[in-house]
């Protein structure tokens, strides 16, 4: 019957996307609709244009999960239109091949004056279900959209919640070879996101293939094998779901940190020269494996020839704090460099944190530990996958239970 399961394809991509674009006239100012119409009417490109997407390309084949992520504005969503047909790409091409179901906006697609029922059998009969399949099939979408009564009711009544539980009992029944969604998990209450992924999963282990749209990197790392991030209409990176992810991750708490120069009673007594991770001076998120030795090496400069004292943390991306420790707590001693500038390395060898994005943070305080003058964040980047929970793994054996 059709529609039943991922049908396998031939070893070309589902997805083929090439040097993808696409531009706008600007139309902001007076008299620029007039000129835009006017250019279009003599087939000239327009005189002022923005660019929402710039030079896309990537290959998705059957089986293949891809995420897309990037923050707001980045041409995401232009980017799922153009490879559904919705929009027309000013530069590039794209080439689908097998059958495509698409969750786009909310509502897309459904007759908001047509019950919930009633728009099933329209986008049923587009999709080729006979009226026979479809019968058959019904029961099944009403109860994975789980709206009761309201499947009889006009949609225009429908929460936005309900429309995505209509929208993605369709598709689960349809079974589509490539699924194309945008955020429709953050959509709906908690219940109906779990039965979402619990299909998703079931649909990717059958051998589906998924183009997601999330800001969420928990659903992008859980469902999707490769991720690509648009930055500004391009493409920042593309490859591992982890390392793609990583890297953005870091970049947002980057742009979120505040610039920070805290200094006690007026006066910066003591600050910070430099910073390094495992030989890496730069502002650039530094990776180090999970296993290894991460070495931290802090120059600082006191103005009253005193020692001070550094303090050194590790936070999680979201700033929740992991571990911290200073120079005092040690009784570590500095190395002096001369000129009032004094030098300390810290290890940790066998680096026990899980994969994830991770912030370094570097403090100079007075001799007595009590006051602090500067701030210095540094990005750290664990790559890898773990199905483990938390934030660092801990040592530890499975062994057989006592029978006493």
């Not at 996101?193 to 183009?211: A, F, H, M, T």
Request: glycine share 10%.
């Amino acid at each position: 019957m059709a529609g039943d399961g991922p049908l396998p394809v031939a070893c070309e991509p589902l997805l083929d996307v090439a040097g993808l674009g696409k531009r706008y006239p600007i139309v902001g100012h007076r008299g620029d609709r007039a000129h835009a119409l006017w250019d279009v009417l003599r087939g000239r490109p327009p005189r002022r244009v923005v660019e929402v997407l710039q030079n896309v390309s990537f290959t998705l084949r059957s089986g293949e999960s891809l995420g897309i992520i990037g923050a707001n504005g980045a041409g995401k969503s232009t980017l799922l239109k153009l490879i559904t047909g919705v929009l027309t790409p000013s530069t590039g091409h794209v080439q689908r091949r097998g059958r495509i179901g698409a969750l786009l906006e909310l509502g897309a697609g459904f007759h908001p004056e047509y019950s919930g029922r009633e728009n099933v059998r329209m986008a049923a009969a587009l999709h080729g279900l006979s009226a026979r399949d479809l019968a058959a099939r019904m029961d099944r979408i009403a109860a994975f959209a789980d709206i009761g009564d309201y499947l009889d009711e006009p949609v225009k009544h429908y929460s936005s919640g309900m429309v995505v539980r209509l929208g993605f009992a369709l598709v689960s029944s349809l079974r589509p070879e490539l699924l194309i969604t945008d955020e429709v998990l953050a959509v709906g209450d908690e219940s109906f996101q779990k039965k979402c992924i619990r299909w998703l999963d079931d649909y990717l282990g059958s051998g589906g293939s998924l183009l997601l749209v999330s800001h969420s990197m928990y659903h992008v790392q859980k469902l999707c094998q490769r991720a690509l991030w648009l930055q500004h209409g391009q493409v920042e990176a593309l490859g591992d779901v982890h390392d793609v992810s990583q890297r953005y991750l870091a970049w947002h708490e980057r742009r979120q940190r505040p610039a920070r120069a805290v200094e006690a009673a007026g006066s910066a007594d003591y600050g910070i020269d430099a910073v390094t991770i495992n030989g890496a001076s730069d502002d650039v998120p530094v990776r180090v494996a999970m296993g290894d030795t991460l070495t931290i090496d802090v120059r600082l400069r006191s103005n009253d020839a005193r020692v001070p004292v550094v303090l050194i943390g590790l936070v999680r991306a979201d700033g929740t704090p992991i571990y911290g420790v200073s120079s005092e707590m040690d009784s570590a001693s500095a190395t002096a460099l001369g000129d009032g500038r004094f030098a300390w390395r810290l290890q940790f060898p066998a680096l026990s944190l899980l994969p994830g994005s991770y912030q370094l943070r570097v403090h100079p305080l007075d001799p007595e530990g009590m006051r602090l003058f500067d701030t210095v964040e540094r990005n750290l980047i664990v790559p890898g996958a773990a199905r483990e929970f938390g934030l660092v793994r801990l040592p530890h054996t499975w062994a057989p239970p006592d029978h006493g």
